[in-house]
C-alpha cells in the first residue's frame, strides 16, 4: 500500500510533519513536508537519533533458519560472562516486560529504537536480535539506523523468493547486515 493515501488521516489526527518521496502532488495542509528519494532510511536516522540512549553493543544474526536458536544462545553466554544482555525476534523480547514489540521477528524501525533505548534505560548493555532478511531489504531498511558491533549469518535457503523474487536477490538483502549495517566483525 502507498503509505500517501493515508495523508488525509494522518492530518486529520494531527499530523504536523509527513515524510515520504514525491509528496508535491498531494495535498499536506500546513504539515511540514520533508520530500526525499529515500523516506525509510531518513526515517531510520530520525528513530535512531530521537530514542536515544542506545544499547552501547548491538549483535544481529540473520539467516533463513536458525536466528532464533543462536540469538539466544549468545544472549545466554553473554549473561553467563556477566553482561546484561536481553534479545528479541521470534521469541519476542527476552527479558519480558522491559518491552512490548509487534509480532515480527525483526520490529518495524521505530519499535526497534524505541526497544533499544528502553533496554539501555534500563542497564541492559548487550542486545542480541534476530535480522530478518526483509528486515535487510533496501525496501524496508527495518534495521537501518543501528550501530552493529558484531553479526552473523547461519545459513541461506531458498525461502522467502515470494518476497524477494530470486535466490540473488535474497542473498543480497542479507549481505547487506554485512556491507551496510555492520561496524564490528562478522
Do not use: W
Amino acid at each position: 500500500t502507498d503509505g500517501r493515501s493515508f495523508i488525509p488521516q494522518a492530518l486529520e489526527k494531527g499530523a504536523t510533519a509527513i515524510l515520504g518521496s514525491g509528496l508535491t502532488a498531494y495535498d499536506c495542509g500546513s504539515a511540514a513536508v520533508i520530500d526525499t528519494d529515500d523516506p525509510r532510511g531518513l526515517l531510520a536516522k530520525i528513530a535512531a537519533a530521537f530514542h536515544q540512549p542506545t544499547v552501547p553493543t548491538v549483535l544481529a544474526v540473520t539467516g533463513t533458519n536458525g536466528k532464533t536458536s543462536v540469538t539466544q544462545f549468545v544472549r545466554q553466554m553473554l549473561t553467563h560472562l556477566g553482561h546484561k544482555c536481553a534479545s528479541f525476534g521470534t521469541l519476542g523480547a527476552v527479558p519480558e516486560g522491559v518491552v512490548e514489540l509487534p509480532s515480527m521477528t525483526t520490529p518495524d524501525v521505530v519499535s526497534l529504537h524505541r526497544a533499544l533505548q528502553a533496554f539501555a534505560e534500563r542497564g541492559f548493555t548487550h542486545v542480541v536480535l534476530e535480522a530478518s532478511s526483509h528486515a535487510l531489504d533496501t525496501r524496508q531498511k527495518r534495521l537501518d539506523g543501528v550501530r552493529f558491533a558484531a553479526a552473523a549469518a547461519t545459513n541461506l535457503t531458498q525461502d522467502h523468493l515470494d518476497f524477494h523474487g530470486t535466490l540473488e536477490q535474497y542473498a543480497a538483502a542479507k549481505q547487506r547486515l554485512f556491507d551496510d549495517l555492520l561496524d564490528g566483525p562478522a
